[in-house]
């Protein structure tokens, strides 16, 4: 019985760490589908109606990560609380922006770049509002939810089914090898990806940190949308 109880711990364990991830992807398929159904006219549904389910999507995903708070012991913000792994974390992640906009050539990109062009929508209180879940969901959800699936739960597990027994940022080459190319294949730039997953590992091992990597992530994330803003190159977004 102790062992049955063992291997529903672990199951769980896992679960509430994919989950948030698993929802995310979901929804990319909705929306995905949803362009194909207006594009091809199959489905009266307006060409911006996917722009709408980003919010969703974000407060969605937030509210689970919440929810399951309590599961990442892992997670130590109490690490941020030295001005060292601030910098640290907020270096590596001007650095990784800075290579991620300089990595579109042809080659590196991989499907149909879409963005997400919040201008569709007429200038007032709902770009507005776009604009600032895109924000928060990119710079805030985004880096929390994919950390705890990539970095803390994926790496430990591809060395061993029994994750909770491996301790954060322990190296193998297989799953760094693995972690990183499965990284990259969420990303339409799949060599800007290659390249992101190699440096917040490398981050991870060098400080066994996750709060550092999602600070990391998180300064990479706000650049990018600061940059798009700006710019005008959605196709970051």
């Not at 974000?58 to 109490?78: D, M, N, P, Q, T």
């Not at 992640?93 to 906009?101: A, D, K, Q, R």
Request: net charge positive; charged share 10%.
């Amino acid at each position: 019985m102790t062992h049955l109880n063992e291997k529903y711990s672990l199951s769980q364990g896992g679960l509430s760490r994919i989950a948030p991830f698993a929802l995310y992807v979901a929804f990319m398929v909705v929306d995905d589908v949803l362009r194909f159904l207006s594009s091809h006219g199959y489905v009266p549904i307006p060409a911006t109606a996917h722009l709408y389910l980003y919010p969703v999507k974000a407060i969605s995903v937030g509210i689970l990560l919440i929810i399951l708070r309590r599961s990442y012991s892992e997670l130590k913000w109490s690490d941020l609380k030295r001005p060292a792994a601030i910098v640290a974390g907020t270096v590596v992640g001007v650095v990784v922006f800075v290579l991620w906009i300089n990595m579109t050539w042809s080659w590196a990109v991989v499907g149909q770049l879409y963005g997400y062009d919040p201008t569709a929508v007429p200038e007032g209180l709902s770009r507005s509002l776009l604009i600032v879940s895109r924000i928060i969901g990119a710079a805030v959800v985004v880096p929390v939810m994919e950390e705890i699936f990539w970095r803390s739960w994926l790496l430990r597990y591809l060395v061993s089914p029994d994750f909770k027994s491996v301790e954060i940022g322990k190296f193998t080459s297989s799953s760094f090898i693995i972690g990183t190319v499965m990284f990259a294949l969420e990303h339409n730039l799949w060599f800007a990806g290659i390249m992101a997953g190699c440096v917040y590992t490398i981050l991870l091992y060098r400080t066994k940190s996750l709060a550092q990597c999602i600070l990391a992530h998180a300064v990479t994330n706000l650049l990018l949308g600061l940059y798009v803003l700006n710019t005008g190159q959605w196709y970051f977004w």
